[in-house]
C-alpha cells in the first residue's frame, strides 16, 4: 500500500505540473518530505492523505486507486 501510494503521488503531482517542491510549499511541509512520500519511506495518516489530495487537487481516493 505504501509503494501504491507513492506511486499515486508522484503521478498525480507530475500531471498537475508541480515540482516536489512546490507541493511541499503548498503543504507547508520541507521538500524533502515530498521526497520520502514518493519513495514509500513514510506512512501516511488519513488526514495526510487529505492534504496531499487537497495540495495536488484530486481527490484523496485517486491516492489510494489502483488504476492509472
Known amino acids: 500500500m ?3 501510494v507513492a506511486k ?3 503521478r498525480c503531482r507530475t500531471a498537475a505540473g508541480l515540482t516536489q517542491h512546490e507541493l511541499a510549499a503548498r503543504m507547508g511541509l520541507d521538500r524533502a518530505y515530498v521526497s520520502g512520500l514518493e519513495m514509500g519511506k513514510r506512512n501516511r495518516t488519513v488526514i495526510m492523505l487529505w492534504r496531499i489530495a ?3 487537487g484530486v481527490r484523496p481516493v485517486d491516492l489510494l486507486s489502483e488504476n492509472d
Do not use: G, S
Open 54 to 56: 487537497e495540495a495536488i
Open 2 to 4: 505504501r509503494q501504491l
Open 8 to 10: 499515486n503521488v508522484k
